[in-house]
């Protein structure tokens, strides 16, 4: 680490202590991750991460999202957790066709931070390290106008960017038609310009060809061209976390 991320991460915690709060349980990985979403300007990574304190013990005061808390998420099985990309980053698959707009956004929240919670704990080893990334695939394929929901994309990058930062490696689009295209670029404009950097829209072979490499063919789904099988993320098994 150079001398500059030091100097940071310890203004940074002297900084988080004057606002009131402790980072004592929080390691240099994930104070880095705030720091990094902040440009590492110390004041505003403190803030961001404070937020992140209050928002965590007031939306998830257990520590986890239980699946008895999202029963009507988890019902549509709309979201898969694949294995580990070439990288090491777990891998979620999200299919549009099987989401329908939530009457109950509260419990939509809720699963938002659920699937994100989970996918990141199916990469640790043990104890969480604080510098965990995932890897997103959105499939758009079939998705028609009952499908539609503008406001639950918004969410689910701005939870992301909030109290997610720095864990989005990379997200993958795939099947967007002509349809959901007017649609994203008025969501893209609720999404930040590191977040929208990551954002890979397959459109033809050589993007869909890059999409398999990187991820790793055994882990790809059959269906977008490599050798695994979709696995609702409810039927993962994913050991606690140490600590």
């Not at 699963?111 to 919670?117: A, Q, R, T």
């Not at 890897?135 to 992301?160: P, S």
Request: net charge positive; glycine share 6%.
């Amino acid at each position: 680490m150079e001398k500059s991320q030091e100097l940071a991460l310890t203004q940074m915690r002297k900084s988080v202590e004057k606002l009131g709060f402790s980072t004592e349980k929080y390691g240099d990985p994930t104070l880095m991750r705030f720091l990094i979403a902040r440009s590492m300007d110390r004041e505003k990574a403190s803030k961001m991460f404070v937020q992140w304190l209050k928002w965590r013990s007031s939306f998830v005061p257990s520590g986890f999202i239980a699946e008895s808390e999202v029963p009507d998420q988890l019902e549509a099985r709309k979201v898969f957790l694949q294995g580990s990309s070439r990288t090491g980053y777990p891998v979620i698959v999200i299919k549009g066709s099987k989401h329908s707009p939530p009457k109950d956004l509260l419990q939509f929240k809720k699963f938002v931070v659920y699937l994100l919670d989970k996918t990141i704990a199916s990469s640790v080893k043990g104890r969480e390290m604080g510098n965990e990334k995932l890897i997103g695939i959105i499939d758009f394929q079939q998705v028609t106008y009952k499908n539609v929901d503008a406001r639950g994309l918004i969410t689910g990058f701005q939870f992301l960017q909030a109290y997610y930062p720095e864990c989005l490696a990379k997200c993958y689009m795939l099947h967007m038609s002509q349809f959901f295209i007017g649609i994203w670029r008025m969501v893209s404009r609720f999404i930040d310009k590191t977040t929208l950097e990551k954002i890979v829209i397959v459109t033809n072979e050589d993007e869909k060809k890059s999409f398999i490499e990187e991820i790793g063919e055994e882990d790809v789904p059959v269906e977008y061209g490599g050798k695994a099988k979709l696995t609702a993320i409810q039927d993962v098994a994913v050991p606690p976390l140490e600590g």
